[in-house]
């Protein structure tokens, strides 16, 4: 049998690759939301590049379907394995290299967790231009993978600048790729780039070459209220041209008051919308920022100073999804929109849409410096799509993305029509072809399967498997 045979070709390789604890297989095969629960023929953990290469190779041989894992974080059932899938992770290639003071850089293996890479900068008053609020558990590769935004993007942009090299093991070609800190490197079409973003569909990362960014000494963040939508999209209009803003989030009454609920405090500000901006630079700050939230007019606002103050301030924001997770199974929706309809959008969740649907509560949060709404629903079976395609249909006819950090994963694979032609989507399936032609890695997760049989439609509710 060809799994045998491929788990035999595993002992062989190193008799530490495979694990059959159940104990540590069973938490890997349930996405974060508790949405979605596979299961997996076997969980191999390899240690180096070498290892992975050569597990790689044995699936190939045999026609293996793998899935890969990095922190399990993802919100989009990209990394649960499915039925006939051997899961792999990164959890034993986590070194850490000394930071490049000189290229400003540093290179991490994959199963690095964000806050691992930053604990090696942060002697050197550096930091990753990427945070995250799940930074103790998302891996440098799954952030590669998915091009993980979070809540610095208005300033670094997401994963994808960040990347200088990459290593990445592909079916087709074995390891491939470079770590050398490069700023800039024009032979042809770049590596990491077309890794960012594909999900762990065209190889498995092995490491990263990254940017580091200064940890700024001057730092202020804000927690603003305001009484409606419209105040916050002038307010963000007007803190947008800053050239301080590092972090530029929202959030709404309902989120607060659950946040409130499961914190056990009283937010400092009260109103309908809140924005959270910090502020960051070498220079003294105080006056700039008084200027620009005096010009952002806010009902109500808080500002921190220091440290503590300002990750008090950042936990009403970074609370949303554990106090969210307490409320129940959350559909999460995670789409762009062009900065100037964002108002609209909004107005249509919480109108029209809330109308239609009035069993759902819904949580709108996110990163409104990027246009990034985190639509959560809770109340919606788990198998029913109809809710997530209404959302993300709206947000694509009105020019925005059914994806602005999470990825497609294999929640929305089915939906990707929305925001891709099929001239495109061939155009990803020939890209796909070239690094895995025989579709042994992730299937199902960002291009809908050609079998249709690891999609999430036609599949028992609230399983994969
Ligand atoms: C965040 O911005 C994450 O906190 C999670 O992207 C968003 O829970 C969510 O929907
Ligand atoms: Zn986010």
Redesign the pocket.
């Known amino acids: 049998m060809a799994l045998a045979r491929f788990l035999r070709s595993c002992e062989e390789i190193s008799p530490r690759l495979l694990t059959a604890d159940p104990d540590i297989i069973a938490p890997l095969c349930t996405d974060w939301t508790r949405r979605m629960t596979g299961k997996a023929l076997g969980l191999v953990r390899p240690s180096n590049e070498e290892e992975l290469a050569a597990v790689v190779g044995a699936a190939v041989e045999e026609g293996v379907q793998l899935q890969l894992q990095g922190g399990n974080t993802s919100l989009v059932a990209g990394a649960t394995p499915l039925g006939d899938t051997v899961l792999v992770t990164s959890a034993r290639m986590r070194a850490v290299q000394e930071p490049d003071l000189v290229s400003l850089s540093i290179t991490a293996e994959a199963g690095a967790t964000a806050a691992e890479v930053n604990a090696a900068l942060a002697p050197h008053r550096l930091k990753l231009g990427v945070d ?1 609020a799940s930074r103790d558990s998302a891996t440098i590769g799954g952030m590669v993978a998915t091009n993980a ?2 809540i610095h993007v208005v300033r670094y942009g997401s994963m994808r600048a960040q990347l200088l090299g990459i290593r990445l093991v592909t079916p087709a070609q074995g390891a491939i790729g470079r770590l050398s800190p490069l700023y800039k490197d024009n032979t042809g079409p770049h590596l990491a780039a077309i890794a960012a973003g594909s999900e762990g569909t065209f190889g498995m990362v092995v490491a990263a070459a990254l940017r580091a960014v200064p940890v700024l000494s001057e730092s202020v963040v804000a927690l603003m209220s305001f009484p409606s939508f419209s105040a916050v999209a002038e307010a963000v209009r007007r803190i947008r041209l800053s050239p301080a803003v590092s972090a530029l989030e929202f959030m709404t009454a309902s989120g607060m008051d659950l946040v409130s609920r499961h914190l056990g405090r009283t937010p400092p500000v009260a109103g309908a919308v809140y924005l959270l901006a910090e502020f960051e630079s070498a220079f003294p700050l105080l006056d700039h920022v008084a200027a620009v939230v005096d010009d952002a007019s806010p009902s109500t606002s808080a500002l921190a100073f220091d440290r503590r103050g300002r990750a008090e301030l950042w936990r009403w924001r970074e609370a949303h999804t554990e106090a969210i997770a307490t409320a129940g199974i959350a559909h999460k929706m ?1 789409v762009s929109l062009p900065i100037s309809r964002l108002e609209e959008f909004v107005e249509w969740v919480e109108g029209p849409f809330a109308a239609d649907n009035p069993d759902l509560h819904i949580y709108l949060f ?2 409104l410096g990027d246009g ?1 709404v ?1 639509v959560n629903l809770v109340g919606a079976e788990s198998d029913d799509l109809a809710t997530d395609e209404a959302v993300l249909s709206k947000a694509a006819a009105m020019g925005g993305s059914i994806s602005a ?1 999470h990825g497609i994963g294999r929640l929305k694979a089915p939906l990707l029509h929305l925001v891709r032609t099929s001239s495109e989507i061939a155009a990803l399936r020939a890209l796909k072809d070239a690094f895995d032609p025989d579709g042994i890695l992730n299937s199902g997760v960002l291009l809908p399967s050609r079998t249709g049989g690891h999609a999430i439609s036609g599949v028992a509710p609230g399983r994969l498997a």
């Open positions: 995250l935004g979070g995670d996110g990163h990034n985190h950090e």
